[in-house]
């Protein structure tokens, strides 16, 4: 049974960081083999549920919405099998419920969230300025 774990949400002031966890158990976040997608998603009140940045478990390779492009890192633990969300130069529109999901098959799109089967229960995130 996969289940999914999310940490490290809270405050910050604009301009500073967090980092996101997200411990797996029953899936590898990293693997040999053909992989498929994790990945982060947002979602603020009263808005859809987006995606933020995906990675190919199998290659390793990230990926980012053009909003949080250079300044959000991935980066797998295979040790500890969690993947991390490094968000720097924080902003106030970052804040949201970050959530991470996995098991997205690699022929869908990484930011679409009906490729996904599996969701953590999400962290709140919340940038004052």
């Known amino acids: 049974q996969v289940q999914l774990q999310e940490s490290g949400g809270g405050s910050a002031q604009a301009g500073g960081s967090l980092r996101l966890s997200c411990s797996a158990s029953?899936?590898?976040?990293?693997?040999?083999?053909?992989?498929?997608?994790m990945a982060w998603f947002r979602q603020a009140p009263g808005k859809e549920r987006e995606g933020v940045a995906g990675?190919?478990?199998?290659?390793?390779?990230?990926y980012f919405t053009s909003a949080v492009k250079g300044r959000f890192t991935l980066s797998a633990d295979n040790a500890k099998n969690i993947l991390y969300l490094e968000m720097d130069d924080l902003k106030p529109e970052d804040s949201a419920i970050y959530y991470c999901?996995?098991?997205?098959?690699?022929?869908?799109?990484?930011?679409?969230?009906?490729?996904?089967?599996?969701w953590g229960q999400g962290t709140q995130v919340t940038v004052s300025s």
């Open positions: 999901a996995a098991d997205g098959r690699l022929g869908g799109n990484w930011w679409d969230r009906r490729n996904y089967n599996y």
């Open positions: 029953g899936y590898r976040v990293r693997r040999d083999y053909r992989g498929n997608y």
């Open positions: 990675f190919n478990t199998g290659t390793g390779t990230s």
